[in-house]
């Protein structure tokens, strides 16, 4: 039985929810006839469970989405079955478990294996790509239980959730200390990184003000658009890309003069204001140097 997580449809508009759900019924097909009958499989299909993650689980679908599938399986029963498939010549020997699919409509993609105690320790160590799989996957086969697992983390548990925001915050303050001297030297490649690296910042600043994981850098913006703090800061930075094209916002100046450094600031004003209508007022939003190597 197909059970969501919690973020699977923040993507979705009404428009592309009958041809995601067809997509998601065909992938419960394939997962049902070609993974958990695949021959190599058969010994160990009590001893996993199985997910769809990635662009299509979020209700990214276009014709460059691939389907991304993984199997979650008992530590006892990862090399076994990674033996299997080596044996076979499917997998290169000594790899990592990487299958590619193609379901029956022609959509492509992979499946690939990992153990349930490293899903754990990434969850337990806060790390952001399991938080965010967590949040957006379906569970298609759920013998380990990993929906009483991820609800455990999602959503995010209010200590876990304000050590990303910080981290996202002082990230952002510190890129923009970065910015002061390039600026003015004039020194256009560090302006340029630092500049799309001070928007990136500011999304997932957003996303988690929101209180949720923020995703890859592929989708922040997508993401960022179902949010409040994340649509403010889009419109914050709505002339970004114009910036981007002139020739001032790379000459010498005075750091208060440059284009990048003054939508940094808007950026700031709008996360601070985000944060204190939340009643969150910690030291770090205003000390923030303080806080870098924790």
Partial sequence: MMMKSVLSDILLTPDKLLLHR????EIGKFITQEILNHPLLQEDRQRVSIILDGSTALGVVD????VDIIIICEDESYNSINHR???KGLIPEHSSFFMDLRLPSGKTGHYTLHKISDIKEALMSGDMEWLWNASVSYIYYDLLDLKSLFHSYVPLQPEV???IRKNSYI????YARSLDNPVVRGDAFPILFLAVSLYKEALRCAITIEGYPYPYD???V???Q???AGRKILECAGDFWSYLREDESFAPMYQEDNNFVKMEKQFRKILLEEFRLRGIDEPWLIEWWKFLDE
């Fill in 22 to 25: 067809e997509l998601l019924e």
């Fill in 218 to 220: 592929k989708w922040l």
């Fill in 85 to 87: 498939f080596e044996e």
């Fill in 161 to 163: 959730l304000m050590k």
């Fill in 171 to 174: 990230q952002l303050r510190s």
């Fill in 63 to 66: 014709g460059q989405s691939d």
């Fill in 222 to 224: 997508p993401v960022a």
């Fill in 226 to 228: 179902q949010t409040v």
